[in-house]
């Protein structure tokens, strides 16, 4: 072979192994040109639901190709201009061209630079249907006086409100200028003063480097509560007291987890609480976690959801996936971590419960989960990363690290954890990275339990390995034993003791009814225990799962006041798959959709519209 035959077959062998870590949901080249930091200043306009500004992107080129445009990804923005400038000198008109729109990844904003370019300067405006922001009334707030406004960038929404290279292999530190009406309160996933006073304009910075889908704002009339000198709580003023209530632990939280992983590596730690029509429970934003009010049950049975996000503060936004294939990294490290803190400040009963909750939902989905969509390292090419959003990449994960934690022991696992995450702190990384690092920290000096880890099987095959951990709970089992007892007409419903269980029992006993039940067996649940009146979000959901199922029509009113007052993808996804399997049902649903549809979230609009039929899929 001549030279130049070899120089190209190792050329064409490296990017083809450059290809599988390859992020399939951006147009953006940072093998050519890195962005490294973004400058916001934007206006936030309420009456034309607009955000408008510049973006100046600090880049740098990353090959020796000087003739490679920069690329940034972008959906339904307004691009008036684009700008570059060497350092600090004046800005030059640069060539720009939009491409053609993908219906997933938005549109490649393609941008010619002289070699010596270090800032480009792109004016631009939102989108009417841009997807990452939610625009609410006053009438859809707590408080119904004023609007508010907020982001939702993960995973690839960040470029519908900010141009730039919108995937989690570039880290960028940003600064932000935020102007909103004078009455209201910006925030961000960025330094927030607690004793910020309101005045219109805001500026912000984030210094340690993040991926995009980190980025948040959230503007309205938001009141601050402190925890801890570190901890805090926004809110709506008429929230934020009992918010502050349910998170009393959030400090003793941030604690346990630096003791077990090391230091709390962004200075504060405060969670937002969003409008019901938040579409997630929880979002890990640095610094500034977006939690649903649906969490705030009265009894903090429900801030496992805390510890998840306040997690992320080491999995997910410490050490990131390079791409959303490696999703799993960030959620399956975050709920072995959330299980950890809840055991550490709750203790193991408490854990272990969450733990077989966990399990039993997974087992479910896999039941009729494509094989494909079983697997940690899932191919989502062509889809939305939305699609990869099971118990998978979650409890699949979150087992397998459980799984090597009892291979290894809890004190070495522990110690491999920490090392990891001090060990690429503020880096994203590939599943193939963590093997290498696994294999090379935890693997190496034992070959029997290597092979015992299973890696390749836990990574690459659907389903879970014949030894995959079988979490336990003894209070769950007595409850299991109670719902076999009632469903067969053992034990009435009277004689249950319900009024003692925690929330994650009933959890527990409600899915653990074997099929298929009465109406009359519903109701002398529901005469004995009020549950169609339960205030706690995720036993109602439970509940009405059940009543829909078996159409226990005393439900009819509150199903559709859930679905219409909160907008949680989790809870409305499942309740209206179960009202479309009749056709009556369906009917309903539509009727009820109709009038929600307007009050969710994009992201919850763009998954219903497929389960009630009027979407693409
Ligand atoms: N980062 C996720 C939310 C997310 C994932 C949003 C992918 C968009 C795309 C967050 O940390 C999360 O996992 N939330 C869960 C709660 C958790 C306790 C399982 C949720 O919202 O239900
Ligand atoms: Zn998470």
């Given at each position: 072979m001549s030279l130049v035959r070899i120089a190209f077959a190792m050329f064409t062998l490296a990017s083809f192994a450059g290809a599988a870590d390859r992020d399939a949901h951006s147009f953006a080249n940072p093998e050519h040109v890195r962005v490294k930091h973004v400058a916001l200043d934007v206006d936030v306009d309420f009456d034309k639901q607009v955000i408008r500004g510049t973006a100046v992107l600090t880049v740098e080129r990353t090959s020796k190709d000087h003739k490679q445009p920069l690329v940034l990804d972008t959906r339904g923005l307004t691009i008036s201009a684009v700008d570059w400038r060497v350092d600090q000198g004046i800005y030059w008109k640069a060539k720009f061209d939009l491409?053609?729109?993908?219906?997933?990844?938005?549109?490649?904003?393609?941008?010619?630079?002289?070699?010596?370019?270090?800032?480009?300067?792109?004016?631009y405006a939102t989108g009417p249907n841009a997807t990452a922001l939610q625009w609410l009334t006053p009438a859809q707030?707590?408080?119904?006086?004023?609007?508010?406004?907020?982001?939702?960038?993960?995973?690839?929404?960040?470029?519908?409100?900010?141009?730039?290279?919108?995937?989690?292999?570039?880290?960028?530190?940003?600064?932000?200028?935020?102007?909103?009406?004078?009455?209201?309160?910006?925030?961000?996933?960025?330094?927030?003063?607690?004793?910020?006073?309101?005045?219109?304009?805001?500026?912000?910075?984030?210094?340690?480097?993040?991926?995009?889908?980190?980025?948040?704002?959230?503007?309205?009339?938001?009141?601050?509560?402190?925890?801890?000198?570190?901890?805090?709580?926004?809110?709506?003023?008429?929230?934020?007291?009992?918010?502050?209530?349910?998170?009393?632990?959030?400090?003793?939280?941030?604690?346990?987890?630096?003791?077990?992983?090391?230091?709390?590596?962004?200075?504060?730690y405060d969670v937002l609480v969003m409008p019901p029509s938040f579409p997630f429970g929880g979002m890990e934003n640095p610094r500034l976690t977006f939690a649903s009010p649906t969490i705030l049950a009265g009894d903090k049975s429900l801030v496992a959801l805390l510890a998840h996000e306040l997690a992320h503060s080491w999995s997910g936004n410490l050490v990131s996936n390079a791409t959303w294939r490696d999703f799993w990294l960030n959620e399956g490290f975050t709920v072995y971590l959330e299980r950890r803190i809840m055991e550490a400040v709750y203790g193991k009963a408490r854990a272990d419960a969450e733990a077989v909750l966990g399990r039993r939902s997974l087992d479910r989905e896999l039941a009729d989960l494509p094989k494909p969509d079983q697997v940690l390292h899932v191919d989502l090419t062509g889809r939305p990363p939305v699609d990869g959003l099971t118990d998978v990449p979650y409890e699949k994960g979150a087992l397998f690290l459980k799984h090597l934690e009892a291979v290894y022991g809890r004190e070495r696992f522990d110690r491999f954890l920490s090392g990891y995450f001090a060990h690429f702190s503020f880096r994203s990384i590939t599943t193939a990275q963590f093997k290498a690092y696994l294999a090379e920290h935890l693997l190496k000096d034992d070959p029997a339990k290597a092979a015992r880890a299973k890696v390749d099987e836990w990574l690459t095959q659907p389903g879970l390995p014949a030894d995959a951990p079988s979490p336990s709970a003894a209070a769950l089992e007595t409850v299991e034993a109670h719902a076999k007892a009632f469903a067969a007409d053992k034990v009435k419903a009277a004689e249950l003791p319900g009024k003692a269980w925690t929330a994650q029992e009933w959890l527990h006993f409600l899915t653990s009814l074997p099929a298929p039940l009465t109406k009359g067996r519903l109701r002398a649940l529901d005469e004995a225990f009020h549950l169609t009146q339960s205030g706690n979000s995720e036993v109602l959901f439970a509940w009405l799962m059940l009543a829909v199922k078996y159409r226990y029509d005393p439900a009819d009113e509150r199903l559709e006041a859930f679905l219409t007052e909160q907008g949680r993808r989790k809870f409305l996804k499942p309740l209206y798959e179960e009202l479309a399997k009749t056709p009556a049902g369906k009917e309903r649903a539509l009727a009820i959709y109709k009038k929600a549809r307007p009050t969710y979230h994009p992201v919850s609009v763009e998954t219903i519209d497929v389960v009630v039929g009027w979407g693409k899929r």
């Open positions: 491409g053609k729109p993908d219906p997933v990844l938005g549109q490649a904003l393609t941008v010619q630079l002289p070699a010596e370019a270090t800032t480009v300067r792109v004016a707030t707590a408080g119904k006086k004023r609007p508010l406004l907020f982001t939702q960038s993960q995973a690839i929404d960040a470029r519908s409100w900010v141009p730039l290279q919108d995937t989690p292999g570039v880290r960028i530190t940003y600064t932000a200028t935020v102007r909103t009406p004078k009455d209201l309160l910006a925030v961000m996933s960025a330094g927030n003063d607690p004793a910020a006073k309101r005045t219109g304009a805001y500026t912000f910075a984030m210094t340690q480097p993040i991926p995009s889908y980190l980025m948040a704002l959230a503007v309205g009339d938001l009141d601050f509560r402190p925890l801890s000198k570190r901890t805090g709580v926004y809110a709506e003023p008429s929230v934020v007291n009992k918010a502050a209530t349910e998170f009393a632990d959030l400090e003793e939280m941030v604690q346990a987890c630096e003791k077990l992983y090391g230091p709390y590596r962004w200075e504060r």
